[in-house]
C-alpha cells in the first residue's frame, strides 16, 4: 500500500500560482511513478501531469502545458505541481496518483485514471475571475 496525502490547494485569483504537494508513505516511494489528475464538478477525472521514478521524464495534458511543472524529490517522499498562469477552467480538486513503474529511468507514461493503483483524497483550487 501507498498513502498518498495531497496538501497546498486553495483559493486564488488568476494568472496566481500555487504549488501542490503530495506526500506518499507506506511502501517505496522511488518504485512508483506519479500523476497528478483534475476533477470539476460533472466532469470526469482529467489526467495533467505524469513524471517517472528517478524525475527524469514528464509529461502533460495539452492545457496544462507551459504553465504547470510537475517534479518530485524521492528523498522527501513527495511530488509537487508548480501551477502559474491560473486560470478560472483549473478550478478543480486536484489529485496524485501513483502507479507501479518497473524500470528506474524508463516511461510508463499513461494519461487515464484506471492506470493507475494508488490515489489521495484531493486538494480544491479554485481560480477566481
Known amino acids: 500500500q501507498v498513502q498518498l496525502v495531497e496538501s497546498g490547494g486553495g483559493l486564488v485569483q488568476a494568472g496566481g500560482s500555487l504549488r501542490l504537494s503530495c506526500a506518499a508513505a507506506?511502501?517505496?516511494?522511488?518504485?512508483?511513478?506519479m500523476g497528478w489528475f483534475r476533477q470539476a464538478p460533472g466532469n470526469e477525472r482529467e489526467f495533467v501531469a505524469y513524471?517517472?521514478?528517478?524525475?527524469?521524464?514528464?509529461f502533460y495534458a495539452d492545457n496544462v502545458k507551459g504553465r504547470f511543472t510537475i517534479s518530485r524529490d524521492n528523498a522527501k517522499n513527495t511530488v509537487y505541481l508548480q501551477m502559474s498562469s491560473l486560470k478560472p477552467e483549473d478550478t478543480a480538486v486536484y489529485y496524485c496518483?501513483?502507479?507501479?513503474?518497473?524500470?528506474?529511468?524508463?516511461?510508463?507514461?499513461?494519461?487515464?485514471?484506471?492506470?493507475?493503483?494508488?490515489w489521495g483524497r484531493g486538494t480544491q483550487v479554485t481560480v477566481s475571475s
Open positions: 513524471i517517472n521514478r528517478s524525475g527524469s521524464i514528464t
Open positions: 507506506g511502501r517505496t516511494f522511488s518504485n512508483y511513478a
Open positions: 496518483a501513483a502507479r507501479a513503474q518497473p524500470s528506474y529511468y524508463g516511461s510508463n507514461y499513461a494519461n487515464t485514471p484506471s492506470a493507475y493503483d494508488y
